[in-house]
């Protein structure tokens, strides 16, 4: 364990590997990720941050320095970051298995969702959390119990209902696994 956090911490400080000269500058692809994110904004495929972005190339307090290439940036200008819902008040799972899938932190383990102990809503319940879902495109994000849990979404749960305590990263515009891998460092 020890090892793979010290590889994940070099990793993310940019010296598992030697930096190559003719990389593109992540400033570059910062601004393409900020300028695609203006036309999905537009397009009314995505809302608007509430958060407001930095302007500064760096952010003040850094936890430690990055290549000459690197910079520092907001995890919302990388991706979305929605919360699940909870099963309504008065609701209760379905007893037996069903289309919709309802994920629990609990499920949440080992980078990814394990599908042992499922449980399951109605279509009654859904209809009434059916814009909490998660995508195989996302990471997952856990948010209470078990807090900092970071992982992909297995093809089984792509659409199902998210709990209220995750939140899930949507429209990631960076590589996917690098990011897990960056939430997951303990530097990060």
């Not at 400080?13 to 393409?32: F, I, T």
């Not at 699940?84 to 069903?98: A, E, V, Y």
């Amino acid at each position: 364990k020890q090892l793979k956090q010290r590889i994940l911490d070099l990793a993310i400080r940019g010296k598992l590997v030697p930096q190559d000269p003719n990389d593109e500058p992540a400033s570059v692809l910062l601004e393409r990720i900020r300028a695609e994110k203006e036309q999905l904004i537009a397009q009314g495929k995505l809302k608007k941050s509430k958060t407001k972005a930095s302007d500064k190339p760096h952010y003040e307090n850094v936890p430690f320095e990055i290549p000459e290439s690197w910079e520092w940036c907001r995890l919302d200008e990388l991706c979305s970051i929605k919360g699940g819902k909870r099963i309504p008040k008065g609701k209760n799972f379905s007893i037996l298995p069903t289309k919709h899938i309802y994920i629990r932190v609990t499920d949440m383990k080992k980078n990814t969702i394990l599908d042992n102990e499922l449980h399951y809503i109605d279509e009654e319940v859904f209809t009434e959390i059916c814009k909490y879902t998660i995508s195989k495109d996302d990471l997952y994000l856990t948010i209470a119990g078990t807090i900092g849990a970071v992982g992909e979404v297995p093809k089984l749960f792509d659409g199902m209902n998210l709990t209220e305590n995750a939140a899930k990263l949507t429209h990631i515009q960076c590589n996917k696994k690098y990011l897990m891998y960056a939430l997951l460092s303990t530097s990060s």
